[in-house]
């Protein structure tokens, strides 16, 4: 906690002690800018292009993985199947989606972190270890803030909304 006390105000008034404790542990700091040729290769991995909402989050977060112990994040940091269901969920939710990491804040280990170009934050995965696979994509937050805010709050969160989809749409 001593850390946290060295930011400044609007970092303190931007990010709760919750969050900012294991943001400040993985690294973050207020103006921080990954490399832009990580965040260029990144980029790459994908056929499109990304929205400023989501260079915004690579830029300040990626390359970190955040949080131990419980829920984690890594920015910058996604298995290209979690990419296979990209095509289906933009389909069910009408908007394209941009991943921007991984995370566990379900209980399930591996589940795809995205944006829409809103800057609202979704997470994506399977729902189970057994064929037949469900799936489900969950409206999260409707910032990255807030997202984080969630993630390291250790409570149940509520999802704002949430699709299902099953191993045989893909």
Request: aromatic residues 10%.
């Amino acid at each position: 906690m001593e850390m946290v006390s060295t930011v400044s105000s609007s970092a303190r008034s931007r990010f709760h002690t919750t969050v900012l404790a294991p943001l400040l542990d993985a690294g973050w700091h207020e103006g921080r800018n990954w490399e832009s040729g990580r965040l260029d290769v990144y980029l790459s991995r994908f056929d499109t292009v990304f929205p400023p909402a989501a260079i915004r989050v690579l830029s300040e977060f990626g390359g970190l993985s955040i949080g131990f112990g419980g829920r984690v994040i890594a920015f910058g940091d996604i298995d290209e199947d979690l990419c296979a269901s990209q095509k289906i969920i933009e389909s069910l939710i009408g908007q394209p989606l941009f991943p921007v990491g991984t995370t566990n804040i379900l209980q399930d280990d591996g589940l795809g972190v995205l944006m829409d170009e809103s800057g609202q934050m979704f997470v994506d995965g399977a729902t189970g270890d057994f064929p037949p696979r469900d799936y489900q994509l969950a409206l999260i937050a409707t910032d990255i803030d807030g997202f984080l805010k969630e993630l390291f709050s250790g409570k149940p969160h509520p999802n704002i909304q949430s699709w299902h989809y099953s191993q045989s749409d893909l």
